[in-house]
């Protein structure tokens, strides 16, 4: 005869007391069918942004918000990213770069005017650049780009994270 498998039990035994205690609090997931942030997906047409990363970041939001065949409303981002050296040898030879994002955002319905929602968010990264000259040009301006595209999908992400949040005053 076997023994039963301790942390099975234990594993099984937190799964349920974990189910017990979400269904409890009134958890309900936020793209849960029947939802504000669920019939809001496809009703908002994302505005021009300049630039690679103006780019990345309005293909990112479109993906996250759905794409709006038949918009009801029109987000405006105001896309604003920053290089600034952190680091630097004891030639003077820069290292380190953060990469700073900022984005304020603004919801508009399409019929009428005025505003829904205003916000504002930002993101950081960074990359690093070697202090050696053996090919490093072209490693340290992809390496900028990565972190600025980085940047850019974040400020998405967290746009589109807060449009859902608030959902309910907008997407009913």
Known sequence: MRS???????????????????????FEPLYGEG???ELGQG??????????AGYDCRQRLVRLLGEAENPTHLLEVNLAIDVESVALTQDN????????????????????????LRGR???????????????TAFATEVARQDAIRRVAVLLAERIALALSLRA???AV
């Open 4 to 26: 039963p498998d301790r942390r099975r039990f234990l594993t099984l035994g937190t799964a349920c007391i974990g189910a017990g205690v979400l269904a409890g609090c009134g």
């Open 35 to 37: 939802t504000a942030a």
């Open 43 to 52: 009703r908002i047409a994302v505005g021009p942004l300049e630039g690679f």
């Open 93 to 116: 030879i820069q290292t380190r770069y953060r990469v700073v994002g900022d984005a304020g955002y603004t919801l508009r319905p399409l019929s009428g005017s005025g505003e829904i």
């Open 121 to 135: 968010t930002g993101a950081l990264s960074g990359y690093s650049s070697p202090d050696n000259s053996a090919g």
């Open 168 to 170: 309910g005053e907008w």
